[in-house]
């Protein structure tokens, strides 16, 4: 009987083993005049990833003409047949290929559809082409996120107002890659004075298709189109301003856009304009809110005026017509009290006003 070990066969090593074992060789042979196994080292390395390039490649082609052809906008046979031949096609394809963002492959696709469907003007096809190869892709990902801001009333991450296209186009400390960014943007007509130019919208718009410059592509939400104003004259009582910061906060829960405001006669045109609710916190200064009859009068007959009774104490104002009173209620555990108010204050049709919203 052989007493030899018995051995399985090992598999044959792949390309990266083969190079690890030449590295270990030519580690020793490489100081012996003559050794050939540091060549052998560097062409096996060469063929390796000469393999991974061209893997890589059919990758970044497959990506392209995916995103080329996934587009809603239409393209028909003859505006495909004439793209095959043209030379601005074969440009952005070339680069396409040799860029080393693969991430960039789809922006690239949407370029060459919109140069096909004549979305690009012919005289900007070339400075396009060119931007596209040179900026990168945080840079292309900078003027999607300011058109998206522009162009629709996102949420901001805090506060109220809208996301403005600023936000991702001002310059911080010079030598950041963010200053590095907004020149690179500046220096090739898309950015003036931290705003996109018409040419960079045009440009966003070319190498972005429509369902990416949205807020919902980018994982953010927009207002719903009603504001309230928050109406109080006890801002220096008690909590009285807490509770207005948290029916704020409330309102934002329903991507309801809010201001808290001590509204003067002066102020009303303003709240006419930019508000769809008002929500007046009626507390204990009852005298000061009485004083203000006509404003809120006014404010009643252009909008729904509806009134919360935040105090045991407070009752609801002398001649003042409100859509809606809220009476007192003390707050109990387990119950969306904040929740239940900003809904009655919203359930108020701003269209069943007595007049015209924007009327003086």
Same mark, same amino acid.
């Given at each position: 009987?052989?007493?030899?070990?018995?051995?399985?066969?090992?598999?044959?090593?792949? !390309?990266?083993?083969?190079?690890?074992?030449?590295?270990?060789?030519?580690?020793?042979?490489?100081?012996?005049?003559?050794?050939?196994?540091?060549?052998?080292?560097?062409?096996?390395?060469?063929?390796?990833?000469?393999?991974? &390039? =061209?893997?890589?490649?059919?990758?970044?082609?497959?990506?392209?003409?995916?995103?080329?052809?996934?587009?809603?906008?239409?393209?028909?046979?003859?505006?495909?047949?004439?793209?095959?031949? @043209?030379?601005?096609?074969?440009?952005?394809?070339?680069? /396409?290929?040799?860029?080393?963002?693969?991430?960039?492959?789809?922006?690239?696709?949407?370029?060459?559809?919109?140069?096909?469907?004549?979305?690009?003007?012919?005289?900007?096809?070339?400075?396009? &082409?060119?931007?596209?190869?040179?900026?990168?892709?945080?840079?292309?990902?900078?003027?999607?996120?300011?058109?998206?801001?522009?162009?629709?009333?996102?949420?901001?991450?805090?506060?109220?107002?809208?996301?403005?296209?600023?936000?991702?186009?001002?310059?911080?400390? *010079?030598? %950041?890659?963010?200053?590095?960014? &907004?020149?690179?943007?500046?220096?090739?007509?898309?950015?003036?004075?931290?705003?996109?130019?018409?040419?960079?919208?045009?440009?966003?718009?070319?190498?972005?298709?429509?369902?990416?410059?949205? !807020?919902?592509?980018?994982?953010?939400?927009?207002?719903?189109?009603?504001?309230?104003?928050?109406?109080?004259?006890?801002?220096?009582?008690?909590?009285?301003?807490?509770?207005?910061?948290? &029916?704020?906060?409330?309102?934002?829960?329903?991507?309801? @856009?809010?201001?808290?405001?001590?509204? %003067?006669?002066?102020?009303?045109?303003?709240?006419?304009?930019?508000?769809?609710?008002?929500?007046?916190?009626?507390?204990?200064?009852?005298?000061?809110?009485?004083?203000?009859?006509?404003?809120?009068?006014?404010?009643?007959?252009?909008?729904?005026?509806?009134?919360?009774?935040?105090? !045991?104490?407070? =009752?609801? *104002?002398?001649?003042?017509?409100?859509?809606?009173?809220?009476?007192?209620?003390?707050?109990?555990?387990?119950?969306?009290?904040?929740?239940?108010? /900003?809904?009655?204050?919203?359930?108020? @049709?701003?269209?069943?006003?007595?007049?015209?919203?924007?009327? !003086?």
């Amino acid at each position: 009987m052989d007493d030899k070990p018995r051995r399985q066969p090992r598999p044959a090593p792949g !390309p990266a083993a083969q190079v690890a074992g030449f590295a270990v060789g030519a580690a020793v042979e490489n100081f012996v005049p003559g050794g050939g196994t540091l060549t052998d080292l560097f062409k096996l390395g060469a063929d390796w990833l000469g393999d991974r &390039i =061209r893997a890589g490649d059919k990758r970044r082609l497959d990506a392209f003409y995916d995103a080329l052809l996934s587009s809603n906008d239409a393209m028909d046979e003859q505006v495909a047949r004439a793209l095959l031949d @043209d030379q601005d096609f074969h440009a952005l394809l070339r680069a /396409c290929v040799n860029d080393i963002e693969a991430e960039k492959s789809t922006p690239y696709a949407t370029l060459a559809r919109a140069i096909a469907t004549n979305r690009v003007p012919p005289e900007l096809r070339r400075h396009f &082409i060119l931007s596209m190869r040179d900026l990168a892709y945080e840079e292309l990902m900078c003027l999607r996120r300011a058109t998206v801001a522009r162009f629709h009333p996102v949420i901001p991450g805090e506060g109220g107002g809208s996301l403005k296209e600023d936000k991702f186009l001002t310059a911080p400390a *010079p030598g %950041t890659l963010e200053a590095i960014r &907004i020149a690179n943007l500046v220096a090739r007509g898309y950015v003036d004075d931290a705003k996109l130019t018409t040419l960079g919208v045009t440009f966003a718009q070319a190498t972005w298709r429509s369902e990416e410059l949205t !807020p919902a592509a980018l994982g953010w939400s927009t207002w719903s189109g009603s504001r309230v104003a928050i109406i109080t004259y006890d801002l220096d009582e008690g909590n009285v301003g807490s509770l207005a910061t948290r &029916i704020a906060e409330e309102f934002r829960r329903y991507r309801v @856009d809010s201001n808290i405001v001590a509204v %003067t006669e002066q102020q009303v045109q303003h709240l006419l304009m930019f508000s769809s609710h008002a929500l007046l916190l009626v507390g204990d200064k009852h005298a000061e809110i009485e004083s203000r009859r006509n404003v809120l009068t006014r404010l009643g007959n252009q909008m729904p005026l509806v009134a919360a009774l935040i105090t !045991p104490s407070a =009752r609801k *104002p002398w001649g003042v017509e409100f859509a809606k009173v809220i009476p007192y209620a003390e707050p109990s555990a387990g119950t969306d009290w904040l929740g239940a108010l /900003c809904q009655k204050v919203l359930a108020q @049709d701003p269209r069943a006003s007595k007049n015209d919203k924007t009327a !003086p």
